[in-house]
């Protein structure tokens, strides 16, 4: 069966030749362009971390609601910590996603000039290494996520330094998520409705179970089966405006499994790379032409986060 995403090798630009380099980002350009979603291989992101995290996860999530829910912070919009069951929807849908998650967000010292805006990330007393794990893979997805924005404004004729000041200690959101076993049949809702993300970039790791899904051109849905160690990337809002809807973010969901698999839960650990609230978000002047004019107005990253997280029910 064809593929519904081309896959790419990470390493190739990281490591490889001038050839190379120009090959991968030829690819991840039309991967964006055309698809809005890449495989991506050797990625630098330690497997044998990933599924540490993985298994610290499914502890957090095994414990009691009462003590889950000590974990959730009040006025934050579910930016660090817990946000329980039924809280999040998409913008579309007023039905909440049957899913609850942990969210963790970027680290920086007391005196860092943007502290104000980062809150400190919550420690799960129950769980000991899910937060020192959680600022390892953290870390490790900004790295493999920077690569990935270099190739995109090579691609994009910006210079490759262009994405690095504005998400250098960017607002990222590392997000793991668990969806329960369906006990009954769902109210018109899914793991999670069709959306597409706000940020930049996502990268997936692998989820435990299927489900994810994409709107192709056609207007088909397509199931996204990555391969072994393969994580999966997809434009976000934020890069899709830039661009003026040149590099494309595409809907996806998560839909529920056949109902023979009912019993089985997933967890699944999305990495959203946000810039820094300052990033000025005003469609860049080459991608505006006649064949396609000028679709968004001015906006910085912060503001439009807040729009969006205000628009999916996470802000009042």
Not at 7 to 32: I, P, Y
Not at 121 to 131: D, G, I, Q, R, T
């Amino acid at each position: 069966m064809a593929r519904a995403i081309p896959v790419v090798d990470l390493s190739t630009f990281v490591n490889g030749d001038q050839e190379q380099r120009t090959a991968f980002v030829e690819k991840l350009g039309k991967a964006f362009h055309e698809v809005g979603f890449v495989g991506v291989v050797n990625h630098g992101i330690s497997k044998d971390l990933v599924d540490q995290f993985y298994t610290a996860s499914k502890e957090f999530f095994s414990l009691p609601v009462d003590t889950k829910r000590g974990y959730e912070v009040n006025g934050l919009a579910g930016q660090r910590g817990y946000t329980s069951f039924g809280k999040e929807h998409a913008k579309q849908s007023q039905v909440a996603d049957l899913k609850e998650f942990f969210q963790i967000g970027q680290f920086v010292d007391q005196d860092h000039p943007l502290k104000a805006e980062y809150p400190d990330n919550v420690k799960v007393e129950e769980v000991s290494a899910f937060y020192q794990l959680g600022k390892d893979l953290y870390k490790s997805f900004e790295s493999s996520g920077g690569h990935l924005l270099k190739a995109i404004a090579i691609h994009l004729d910006l210079g490759e330094d262009y994405f690095e000041q504005k998400i250098e200690d960017g607002n990222s959101i590392l997000r793991t998520i668990h969806y329960p076993p369906i006990t009954e049949e769902p109210r018109t809702a899914i793991r999670a409705e069709q959306h597409e993300d706000i940020n930049l970039i996502t990268l997936l790791v692998g989820a435990s179970a299927g489900g994810l899904q994409l709107l192709n051109n056609d207007g088909e849905w397509q199931d996204i089966t990555p391969g072994e160690n393969e994580i999966v990337i997809n434009v976000g809002d934020m890069l899709q405006r830039l661009t003026n809807n040149y590099l494309k973010s595409t809907t996806h969901r998560v839909v529920n499994p056949p109902k023979e698999q009912w019993h089985v839960p997933r967890l699944s650990i999305p990495f959203f790379l946000h810039p820094k609230s300052e990033m000025d978000l005003t469609c860049l002047d080459k991608c505006v032409t006649e064949a396609r004019p000028l679709a968004y107005e001015s906006i910085t990253a912060g503001d439009y986060l807040d729009e969006r997280l205000r628009e999916i029910g996470l802000k009042k």
